[in-house]
């Protein structure tokens, strides 16, 4: 049992380690959210672009180690990264949301990905489990039906990884130049 303990309390002391990284570099203090790229120095780039995927990471870490670990700085990157996702990475035109942003938050890559789409699925419901903000669910509730409204194929069943802007056929489905362009995965 002593074991335990020990393997415990150096998880805690691991992972608290990685969240005070994060919590040192990430933060985009001249655009707002997070910064899309750093180099092997830390040093940030503030003209990368934002990917939504990282985005909803963050959300669903700091949401997630709010919940473990009650921590008012957690609690702070919990919410500026859900204010930046609801203010930036929804379409307000066609539904869903975007691949990539720009630093200042519009659109780069408005193609809508459905890797992307779960992750800040994942990230809203977390954020709602640790704070009860009603706009986190309905925001995670809304982007469910979207996803089953416009990537359900139901002809063949499953899901279509990835469309347009406006949820119109895509020829390059592909996450990265390394994925296979399949339709489905």
Known sequence: MKQLEQYQNQMKTELQ???????????DEHHGGFVGAMNHENIPDYSAPKGVVL???ILWTFSAAHQAIPNEQYLNM??????????FAFDAEFGGVYWKLLPDGQASDSRKQIYAHAF??????????ATNNELALEKAIELFHVL????????YGGYIEAFNKNWSAIHDVRLSGKDKNEKKP
Do not use: C, H
């Open 17 to 27: 380690n990685i969240l005070q990284f994060w919590l040192k570099y990430a933060p």
């Open 55 to 57: 985005l909803a990471r």
């Open 78 to 87: 919990a919410q500026r990264a859900f204010d930046y996702l609801i203010k």
């Open 120 to 129: 800040v699925v994942y990230g809203l419901s977390e954020f709602y489990a």
């Open 148 to 155: 089953e409204a416009k990537s359900y194929d139901t002809q």
